[in-house]
Nanobody
């Protein structure tokens, strides 16, 4: 299984970006997917997750109402739409796939996820 994250970049506060994560190698539609981020000098933290059919999502309190996760099983891609970006959103963003479990639970715990993308850098300036 390979995950390829893209869409990062530099944006001013209040701007928007859409991250994409393309997955290959296995049947994508069965997986729950997550997004995590790691800011310089900080630990990796949960951002958002979605179950296999997109029917349930979870968000960190810090991004709730600003970020939206979605999943296109036909395109084997998961997205993270990020609006109203803040400087504290600056981080490397990672997508991850939970392939061992049923796909019905969107976990907030990084150790649950089996495969990770390479990360894409988001920089938000004030």
């Amino acid at each position: 299984v390979q995950l390829q994250a893209s869409g990062g970049g530099s944006v001013q506060a209040g701007g928007s970006l859409r991250l994409s994560c393309a997955i290959s190698g296995r049947t994508f539609s069965n997986y729950a997917m997550g997004w995590f981020r790691q800011a310089p000098g900080k630990e990796r933290e949960f951002v958002s997750a979605i179950i296999w059919d997109g029917g349930s999502t979870r968000y960190a309190d810090s991004v709730k109402g600003r970020f939206t996760i979605s999943k296109d099983n036909a395109k084997n891609t998961v997205y993270l739409q990020m609006n109203s970006l803040k400087p504290e959103d600056t981080a490397v963003y990672y997508c991850a796939a939970d392939v061992r479990r049923s796909g019905y639970y969107a976990s907030t715990y990084s150790h649950v996820y089996d495969y990770w993308g390479q990360g894409t850098l988001v920089t938000v300036s004030s």
